[in-house]
């Protein structure tokens, strides 16, 4: 709790030590250098100043989704997954479909890699057609390269639908006339 936190600092001001030079405990946004104030050298995290902390707390903006060579993730899971590949692999890259019922049986429809080209194509559809405004929606803009396709797909459903459209009503109204309408229709038909 962070209230308690510095109220007890607060309170005890020789007992408790601020680490302003993140020897013990660094709070860091992100890897990348620059504005990030740290970076990823030999799997270790190396601040701005040269401290290796041995406790790195990513905070904020680091836990958002984002989207990473083409999957889901953020930047506290990529720096996991450039430190430990392997551990990553299992814990965070695998999916598992199923039902667990009771403590011994396991009904496991699949198990392995995820969905993402599926993930993406909703996510496409989702934010470009249904208007949904969810933060993922920044990586996929109509022209980003995860949706270049639907453009494409939609203008073709369009088109698809006009000629397939004016060919049903044609022959409907074909049909109409092959059975013989009153006059009266006949009249507005050949006005047209």
């Known amino acids: 709790d962070q209230f308690w936190y510095q109220k007890f600092r607060k309170e005890h001001p020789n007992d408790v030590i601020l680490d302003i030079n993140c020897t013990l405990l660094c709070a860091v946004w992100g890897v990348g250098g620059g504005s990030d104030g740290a970076e990823l050298q030999d799997g270790r995290v190396v601040t701005s100043v040269g401290t290796m902390p041995p406790f790195v707390h990513f905070v904020s903006i680091a836990h958002w989704n984002g989207w990473f060579e083409g999957r889901a993730s953020s930047t506290l899971c990529e720096v996991f997954r450039r430190v430990y590949p392997e551990a990553s692999f299992k814990f965070l890259e695998q999916w598992w479909i199923g039902a667990q019922i009771g403590s011994t049986h396991d009904l496991v429809l699949y198990h392995g890699v995820g969905f993402w080209a599926t993930m993406r194509a909703v996510l496409c559809v989702e934010c470009n057609v249904l208007g949904t405004t969810q933060k993922e929606c920044e990586f996929f803009v109509g022209s980003s390269p995860y949706c270049r396709w639907l453009t494409a797909i939609v203008m073709l459903t369009l088109a698809l639908s006009a000629v397939l459209t004016r060919r049903i009503w044609t022959t409907f109204l074909l049909r109409a006339l ?15």
Request: proline share 13%; net charge positive; hydrophobic share 55%.
């Open 178 to 192: 092959a059975f013989g309408l009153p006059p009266a229709i006949h009249a507005k038909l050949q006005r047209v």
